[in-house]
């Protein structure tokens, strides 16, 4: 038997529980890796199972194709979703990305998985009405593979190398299209520099979603402003030590912004501008005495000042604006990031 | 019946590694020491207090802290703290 196979000894009926007893699994059943399956979906990128695709945090395992696609596998993917597969989790180990990091913080922070492009129509990922789940089985098992890469490869286990003190439903899948064709500005892979043709993958170090309910207005400032007060929160990394976030503007306040001319660059700067927390906040309202001191403030932020107000991010390009969600709903979505360098963007390639 | 399966575990190393390991017989006050702080609150003050502690008991003590505890030293950095230092103590995890 090849050194990377596995027997186990099932009924018809029990094959699932069976399964579980192996400990490669998230919670959820998964899918036998069968060596058949397996070859689908290695044949589907053209490489050989062996072949070392890289290193992954913090066990620092090889990920061979095989590996990766039997976790593919597992998750419900089909093979036709695996170079997609493969190029996220090829971002997610590019060392700008800090995987380690991700993987072993104390955190709640996981990769989000954001696609553009002709991919999204190719292999049915959901960019509109209920975009961050439940389903479809594109994007869920897209996120799905992703993860159990991650604690089958990586290593990283809750309570074990996964230091996570809360988890986060995300942890099971967190994969999205945008919905670039109702959005008033060009595609997020175009704005960072691809081609509209292509096929993108962007992973980006995120928290779960904070909704944004704004159902009254159709102001550009009214719908930002709600926006940007949930960008301000204390209770996000952010607030401490800046990095980026991701904006989901909702398709109806997205219209509204678009309608009024605004561009993805004044949206960015309005939040910029907004999502800020205050001397007062951090002191926690107790005032006389300044209760907490960060280092890392540089000097133009006027740590004497009750009334200087401290930005979420270092600068408006650290705002990442898409558009994504059902046609009915006035709402947004604001993704707290983690770190500095919380973004990684790859061309998803079907000839390998 | 018997399922015959692909591991997804990927393939690790043989369980060698290659390092230029301390001495066990090696004096304490000989050795150079390097504190790598993260960057997180706590670590200021824990390697303030680790620097005082290991002062009289060892060679010398160096320090250095990375830009943000979300990224990697850089590897100028490592390299010297390599070069430099005979055992590195970093951190802290909150």
New interface residues.
């Given amino acids: 038997m090849a050194n990377d196979l596995v027997a186990l000894n099932v009924t018809e009926v029990s094959w699932a529980e069976e399964l579980y007893s192996l400990g490669w699994d998230d919670g959820l059943p998964v899918i036998p890796p069968t060596p058949d399956t397996v070859e689908k979906f290695c044949s589907a990128v053209g490489l050989s199972g062996e072949l070392g695709l890289f290193r992954m945090p913090p066990s620092n395992r090889l990920a061979t194709v095989r590996a990766v696609a039997a976790n593919s596998v597992m998750a419900g993917a089909k093979p036709e979703y695996f170079p997609t597969i493969l190029a996220a989790l090829s971002a997610i180990t590019e060392p700008e990305f800090n995987l380690h990091a991700v993987q072993c913080s104390t955190h709640v922070v996981t990769p989000l998985i954001i696609l553009n492009g002709p991919i999204r129509h190719h292999i049915e990922i959901n960019c509109a009405a209920g975009v961050f789940g439940p389903g479809p089985r594109s994007n869920v098992t897209i996120g799905r593979s992703v993860r159990l890469a991650m604690m089958n490869i990586g290593g990283a286990r809750p309570g074990e190398l996964d230091r996570s003190t809360l988890g986060n439903p995300a942890k099971i899948s967190y994969c999205i299209g945008e919905r670039e064709e109702v959005s008033p500005w060009s595609p997020l892979h175009v704005a960072m520099g691809f081609k509209p043709q292509d096929s993108v993958v962007t992973v980006f170090q995120a928290e779960a979603p904070h909704s944004v309910t704004n159902h009254l207005s159709s102001d550009p400032y009214e719908i930002l402003s709600s926006i940007a007060s949930t960008m301000s929160s204390m209770g996000h990394n952010n607030a401490w030590l800046m990095g980026k976030m991701v904006v989901v503007v909702g398709p109806e306040h997205a219209i509204s912004l678009g309608d009024a001319g605004w561009a993805r660059s004044d949206v960015q700067r309005y939040l910029y501008q907004r999502a800020r927390i205050s001397m007062s906040e951090f002191q926690f309202g107790r005032l006389g005495k300044e209760r907490f001191y960060n280092r890392h403030w540089p000097v133009w932020f006027d740590r004497g000042s009750a009334e200087e107000r401290w930005p979420v991010v270092e600068s408006p390009d650290d705002i990442i604006v898409m558009v994504a969600g059902g046609d009915e709903g006035r709402f947004s979505a604001v993704i707290p990031g983690w770190g500095l360098r919380a973004v990684v963007s790859k061309v998803i390639s079907a000839d390998r | 019946?018997?399922?015959?399966?692909?591991?997804?575990?990927?393939?690790?190393d043989d369980g060698k590694v290659q390092a230029n390991l301390l001495s066990v017989d090696a004096e304490m006050k000989d050795l150079t020491v390097h504190l790598l702080d993260n960057?997180k609150w706590n670590a200021?003050h824990l390697f303030s207090s680790l620097e005082t502690a290991l002062q009289d008991r060892v060679r010398h003590v160096s320090r250095s802290k990375k830009?943000?505890?979300?990224?990697?030293a850089d590897t100028a950095t490592i390299q010297e703290i390599a070069r430099s230092s005979d055992f590195v103590v970093t951190g802290v995890?909150?």
């Fill in positions: 019946m018997q399922l015959e399966l692909v591991s997804p575990m990927g393939k690790s960057g200021n830009a943000h505890y979300s990224v990697n995890g909150d």
